[in-house]
């Protein structure tokens, strides 16, 4: 157990070295959204994974569009106050003391976490501190999130930003961050939609418009045949 908690320990500091944390704190995790697979849980997350995130403010960009597992929700209030400090930061997430090496990142809020004391200890469906997630991710940091419908967790927000959203990097392309290890949503890799990887294509990438599949550079898919859609990447 010693050396289990020296190691977890010894982990959580390479994943924060060179990043200060701007937010922390103990709650339970949940989830609302499942990209990868819809079917999870006895739910059909189909109608909720077409929601619209938070911390795109200007552009109507959905969690399909995100096409990313590894999106967390926060306390909503604490996000609304300043979207561009707390969107598209990563979140390391401990389960027993023990920090995940999971890609995690802000991208949306979280009415029940942020309704109620957030030093709560019990559960309360309609108010407590904690984090939104994935049905995947959180069942990938606990077994039992199906049957229990809800985790222990801690967690840090990391000053370091994985994904681009509109209201954190004005200008910039909406998608993960060149360089950031590929795309944080889906395992790693290299991100076709950002230009930092096999995007060979300008003007045909991730965040571009587009009509049909043969107006995407490279694996990219166009998500409609409407002429305002935007690129993603291939499942």
Not at 105 to 121: A, H, K, L, P, V
Not at 143 to 159: E, R
Not at 181 to 195: C, E, K, V
Not at 201 to 220: I, K, M
């Amino acid at each position: 157990m010693r050396a289990e908690t020296v190691a977890s320990v010894s982990m959580l500091a390479k994943l924060a070295l060179g990043q200060s944390v701007i937010n922390s704190g103990n709650g339970f995790g949940t989830y609302y959204y499942d990209i990868e697979h819809p079917q999870s849980c006895f739910n059909d997350f189909t109608n909720m994974n077409t929601g619209f995130v938070e911390c795109s403010q200007f552009l109507p960009w959905t969690l399909n569009n995100v096409h990313s597992n590894n999106l967390v929700a926060m306390n909503h209030t604490l996000l609304a106050g300043n979207l561009a400090k707390f969107c598209g930061k990563r979140v390391v997430v401990s389960v027993n003391g023990q920090p995940s090496s999971t890609p995690f990142f802000i991208g949306d809020g979280c009415e029940r976490c942020g309704t109620g004391s957030s030093s709560n200890t019990q559960w309360n469906p309609n108010g407590a501190p904690g984090l939104d997630f994935s049905f995947s991710a959180l069942d990938s940091l606990n077994s039992n999130a199906c049957n229990a419908g809800h985790i222990d967790i801690s967690w840090q927000i990391l000053d370091e930003t994985l994904y681009n959203f509109d209201t954190n990097a004005p200008g910039q392309p909406t998608g993960p961050v060149n360089g950031g290890g590929g795309d944080p949503g889906n395992g790693g890799g290299s991100d076709p939609g950002n230009g930092g990887g096999t995007c060979s294509w300008a003007g045909h990438c991730q965040g571009a418009s587009c009509g049909s599949d043969n107006d995407c550079s490279d694996d990219l898919t166009c998500i409609s045949g409407n002429g305002g859609a935007y690129l993603r990447g291939k499942l």
